[in-house]
């Protein structure tokens, strides 16, 4: 599954909300948030197994090449059940809230109060995306 959000008005204070199922066998997906597919502000990606992490979430971000890349091994996605997440931001740090309740942080290194562009990618069925 892969799709892609363009021209929306993602504003720092305004909650995305994603929610959707992990198909069975995903080694991993990935959601990121940015002004475009080169300029990636927030890459939220849970690995199952994949490029020798195991059960790690790993969040990094690309602006004229990816940034030092940062590890949650706290790791409530399971192949073949549903999750939600929702993520909010302002000009110094996205916050991500997993559906176990974690909170992760990582932080806005591009310093911009709205994006544009959300990007999902990897074997899961998105079933809902809302912002408030």
């Known amino acids: 599954m892969v799709f892609t959000l363009k021209d929306m008005s993602f504003k720092a204070g305004t909650e995305l909300k994603i929610s959707g199922k992990v198909k069975p066998g995903c080694d991993a997906f990935a959601i990121n948030i940015g002004h475009d597919s ?58 991500i809230k997993l559906n176990d309740g974690t909170m992760m942080s990582f932080p806005n290194r591009f310093g911009d109060d709205a994006f544009r562009h959300v990007h999902v990618t990897g074997d899961i069925k998105v079933s809902g995306i809302k912002m408030k």
């Open 38 to 95: 080169d300029n990636i502000a927030l890459h939220f990606n849970p690995r199952f197994h994949h490029e020798g992490d195991t059960n790690t979430i790993v969040c990094n971000s690309n602006q004229g090449g990816w940034g030092s890349e940062h590890r949650e091994h706290c790791f409530p996605f399971q192949q073949g059940e549903e999750f939600k997440l929702s993520i909010t931001f302002n000009q110094e740090t996205f916050y």
